[in-house]
Nanobody, 126 residues
């Protein structure tokens, strides 16, 4: 089995910064792209940022371009989201996504798509 776990959320003032982390644990064989999405009660889940398996290709949602940076430590199966110049409208639950993963489940290797963590709350408020 694998687990996707986010950390680093919290309360920050407007203009401040936070760094989110997401680690995938388990008997992992390979992971493809990973990313961050966010959701509020008023809006559907939206793209924040994605990063390719080799870390060379990134994609950002329009609302965060120029303020957020996604990066990946493939050796540790971890993806980061550096969030700067935070605004109240960035307040949301941030979810980590794994596009595709191959892992050993005790009986053999299996492949799974579109795994999600449980999310971490980010609140931007004065």
């Amino acid at each position: 089995q694998v687990q996707v776990k986010e950390s680093g959320g919290g309360l920050v003032q407007p203009g401040g910064s936070l760094r989110l982390s997401c680690t995938v644990s388990g008997s992992i064989h390979s992971i493809s792209g990973m990313g961050w999405y966010r959701q509020t009660p008023e809006h559907q889940r939206e793209l924040v940022a994605t990063v390719s398996n080799d870390g060379r290709s990134t994609n950002y949602g329009d609302a965060v371009k120029g303020r957020f940076t996604i990066s990946k430590d493939s050796a540790k199966n971890t993806v980061f989201l550096q969030m700067n110049s935070l605004k109240p409208e960035d307040t949301a639950v941030y979810y980590c996504n794994v596009d595709r993963i191959s892992y050993y489940n005790g009986a053999g290797f299996v492949r799974d798509d579109d795994l999600w963590g449980r999310g971490t709350q980010v609140t931007v408020s004065s």
